[in-house]
């Protein structure tokens, strides 16, 4: 995809792409089966940004507008094939006319550049064209009917007549009276699973990838591309994996997104990795535009919609913008269907808070398949830890789990983690909406205290626990900080500095276990998904060592039948299916190949601790039930898979035991905490 990848599209393959699009051989950014040529208003940026690398080419200084879209190429090209596209467009300008782009921009000369101040000055005069798209929607939540879907039949007919489409959704009833006094919205919102109505006429099942970017006005970035899910065929169902995240953090006036759905023919990892930088930059670019025209705001009151269509027709060119780019520089896989959403903080407010949380976006390309995407939201009142326990008794003893109930205080994002110092019970969470910090609670006489921050901790993922016995013990935390593997200890009421343990070594979270009275053990999902290893003995650690098989699409887990008995690690399958089992041999000091565990499969990472009938695996169900399962192993034999009574979870589940002894529990109790 870029100029030093390894995908077969070349440099001149690239330039010959761009020609035949400005000869109009093809419709701007269209996919699939898409036919239809968009309104020439909406390629202005498009065109923008083909003439400032023109421009560039010609030694000119570019404007602040042109300045923001020639950086958008970067990361797809060199600076030399940059001005070699604008090269091409200054050739095809001169040679005949380019109806695909508005007439206020291909009228002025090369010599004169084009501002963002000209973008404000031009867009009303081309809101007409641009708002008579099919295949842009605006929809009002407060008017929608309910249980009525967010994309009409007219809008989807329209998104596969042109390939692409906008969607920019408000609530007119829930605007704040007093906004610049109102605290910005913290939301999060998950992509959930995908359905299928209709696989790709190629011979096979499709193979299917997101690649998807969010940002908000307040500076909150993500952007991500997820792994293939494969054998996906007409009417299945997919759960994505937990903690696939659109957004999380604070908006104050808009969130945008762009999600790309593509069908795999030819990606490699280096395909995957440049395609990451680009939605990065998609990221980066929505977040630009939202914050001038914030600066410009007001120039098109409308005022059922208030300061929405100031982003409604910007969108719009994005869209198509990011449409024709792809179509110059993706490699062979097939672009189902891209589609850009706008939401305004009303309406975050109200999906969050006061209606149904789950949203479904179609994207249907026509011969390339027609899948739905699901989605949820959650906002800080609805994103408290949870905690539900059961006693810890004889076998064949009756016991079941206590009702689940939330934390008094406190919010959370991802996997919590949970374990047991010196005889209370200890859970770390990292904070809600995308603020990377660790928060910690105790449980004392019955209640969980309110919860209070680890200094120095910042992580992108879920952190994990672990503790070591006796008197001179401590309570280990170790997180994912810019992949590298960071712990923090906890002792006589206090968390110790972060130290590095390395660098550059894990994806996602790592997994911590105690093993006899010294020995920390961790293990990470590392470059190529494959597992490494480390240990902590004599107040240092070793270096990390590669397992002898066994691939994984997550974080892994570990834990033990009881603390005498070497660790298990437990993890997802690389292609997400069923969970797999290697455990610890402490001579010669390494680790079994992995087998296949009895148990069906999860979308999240498992958790492991020790009940009194045996070790117990608890996981969430790798479908839209979010319902929390478990089995336990003992001498070498699985029980039945046991659904949690009512527990669901967004996102993995923490166990720990518990040794408060009580009449109900003799042997204490077994604990689990998760998200709702």
């Given at each position: 995809m870029s100029s030093s990848g390894d995908v077969t599209v070349t440099q001149a393959e690239r330039v010959e792409r761009l020609r035949a699009q400005l000869q109009g051989h093809k419709p701007l950014g269209t996919f699939g089966a898409a036919k239809a040529a968009p309104a020439a208003a909406t390629g202005l940026l498009y065109g923008v940004m083909l003439r400032g690398a023109a421009r560039m080419a010609?030694?000119?200084?570019?404007?602040?507008?042109?300045?923001?879209?020639?950086?958008?190429?970067?990361?797809?090209?060199?600076?030399?094939?940059?001005?070699?596209?604008?090269?091409?467009?200054?050739?095809?300008?001169?040679?005949?006319?380019?109806?695909?782009?508005?007439?206020?921009?291909?009228?002025?000369?090369?010599?004169?550049?084009?501002?963002?101040?000209?973008?404000v000055k031009d867009l009303p005069a081309l809101r007409a064209e641009i708002a008579a798209q099919p295949n842009l929607s605006l929809v009002d939540l407060d008017r929608l009917d309910e249980g009525a879907p967010l994309d009409s039949?007219?809008?989807?007919?329209?998104?596969?007549?042109?390939?692409?489409?906008?969607?920019?959704?408000?609530?007119?009833?829930?605007?704040?009276?007093?906004?610049?006094?109102?605290?910005?919205?913290?939301?999060?919102?998950?992509?959930?699973?995908?359905?299928?109505?209709?696989?790709?006429?190629?011979?096979?099942?499709?193979?299917?990838?997101?690649?998807?970017?969010?940002?908000?006005?307040?500076?909150?970035?993500?952007?991500?591309?997820?792994?293939?899910?494969?054998?996906?065929?007409?009417?299945?169902?997919?759960?994505?994996?937990?903690?696939?995240?659109?957004?999380?953090?604070?908006?104050?006036?808009?969130?945008?997104?762009?999600?790309?759905?593509?069908?795999?023919?030819?990606?490699?990892?280096?395909?995957?990795?440049?395609?990451?930088?680009?939605?990065r930059k998609i990221s980066d670019l929505l977040f630009e535009m939202a914050d001038r025209l914030a600066q410009y705001g007001g120039h098109f009151p409308v005022p059922e919609y208030h300061d929405l269509i100031d982003f409604f027709e910007i969108a719009a060119m994005i869209g198509l913008a990011i449409a024709g780019l792809l179509e110059l520089f993706r490699n062979h896989d097939d672009i189902v269907q891209e589609r850009t959403l706008v939401f305004d903080r009303a309406a975050l407010g109200k999906w969050a808070n006061d209606m149904n949380p789950v949203a479904s976006w179609d994207f249907d390309g026509g011969s390339e398949g027609h899948y739905v995407l699901i989605a949820r939201t959650a906002s800080a009142i609805n994103a408290r830890p949870r905690a539900t326990s059961m006693p810890r008794v004889l076998p064949g003893v009756p016991h079941t789990?206590?009702?689940?109930?939330?934390?008094?205080?406190?919010?959370?994002?991802?996997?919590?983690?949970?374990?047991?110092?010196?005889?209370?019970?200890?859970?770390?969470?990292?904070?809600?909406?995308?603020?990377?910090?660790?928060?910690?609670?105790?449980?004392?006489?019955?209640?969980?205290?309110?919860?209070?921050?680890?200094?120095?901790?910042?992580?992108?993922?879920?952190?994990?626990?672990?503790?070591?016995?006796?008197?001179?013990?401590?309570?280990?935390?170790?997180?994912?900080?810019?992949?590298?593997?960071?712990?923090?200890?906890?002792?006589?009421?206090s968390w110790s500095r972060p130290e590095t343990v390395a660098e550059n070594i894990v994806?996602?979270?790592?997994?911590?276990?105690?093993?006899?009275?010294?020995?920390?053990?961790?293990?990470?999902?590392?470059?190529?998904?494959?597992?490494?290893?480390?240990?902590?003995?004599?107040?240092?650690?070793?270096?990390?060592?590669?397992?002898?098989?066994?691939?994984?699409?997550?974080?892994?887990?570990?834990?033990?039948?009881?603390?005498?008995?070497?660790?298990?690690?437990?993890?997802?399958?690389?292609?997400?299916?069923?969970?797999?089992?290697?455990?610890?041999?402490?001579?010669?000091?390494?680790?079994?190949?992995?087998q296949k565990l009895p148990l069906g499969s999860t979308s999240a990472r498992p958790a492991l601790a020790h009940s009194a009938d045996g070790m117990m695996c608890?996981?969430?169900a790798d479908d839209l039930s979010e319902e929390l399962r478990y089995a336990t192993l003992k001498d070498n034999v699985w029980s039945p898979v046991t659904k949690h009574p009512t527990a669901t979870s967004a996102d993995g589940p923490a166990l720990a035991t518990y040794f408060n002894l009580t009449d109900e529990a003799p042997y204490g109790y077994m604990y689990c905490v998760h998200r709702g």
């Open positions: 010609d030694g000119l200084e570019l404007t602040d507008l042109e300045t923001q879209m020639v950086k958008f190429l970067r990361p797809l090209a060199s600076e030399e094939e940059i001005r070699e596209l604008g090269r091409v467009f200054a050739e095809e300008q001169s040679s005949h006319a380019l109806g695909m782009f508005p007439d206020v921009l291909t009228s002025r000369g090369m010599e004169q550049g084009y501002a963002f101040e000209d973008l039949a007219e809008f989807i007919e329209g998104m596969r007549a042109y390939g692409h489409g906008v969607t920019v959704v408000t609530a007119s009833d829930h605007h704040p009276d007093a906004r610049a006094a109102a605290k910005p919205e913290q939301v999060a919102v998950g992509l959930h699973a995908f359905s299928c109505k209709r696989e790709s006429n190629e011979a096979g099942r499709d193979e299917i990838y997101w690649a998807h970017s969010a940002s908000s006005d307040l500076a909150g970035k993500r952007s991500a591309v997820t792994r293939e899910y494969g054998a996906i065929s007409t009417g299945d169902y997919q759960a994505l994996d937990a903690g696939t995240e659109l957004f999380s953090g604070e908006v104050d006036k808009f969130l945008t997104a762009h999600i790309i759905c593509w069908e795999a023919d030819h990606s490699t990892s280096r395909w995957r990795d440049e395609m990451v930088k680009v939605v789990w206590s009702p689940d109930v939330p934390f008094p205080s406190g919010t959370m994002s991802g996997t919590p983690a949970l374990a047991e110092y010196q005889g209370q019970l200890y859970c770390v969470v990292s904070g809600f909406a995308g603020s990377g910090s660790l928060w910690w609670s105790t449980l004392k006489d019955g209640a969980w205290r309110a919860f209070a921050q680890i200094p120095g901790a910042i992580t992108s993922d879920s952190p994990t626990l672990t503790a070591q016995s006796g008197s001179g013990g401590k309570l280990w935390c170790a997180y994912n900080r810019g992949n590298a593997v960071v712990t923090t200890r906890f002792s006589a009421g994806l996602g979270s790592p997994a911590l276990a105690t093993y006899g009275s010294s020995k920390v053990l961790c293990v990470v999902r590392g470059p190529e998904n494959k597992l490494y290893w480390n240990e902590h003995q004599k107040d240092n650690w070793g270096t990390f060592k590669p397992f002898a098989s066994g691939t994984t699409c997550d974080s892994p887990a570990l834990g033990q039948e009881s603390g005498s008995h070497a660790p298990y690690c437990v993890v997802r399958g690389a292609d997400g299916k069923g969970l797999y089992m290697s455990n610890y041999i402490q001579f010669p000091g390494e680790w079994s190949m992995f608890m996981y969430r």
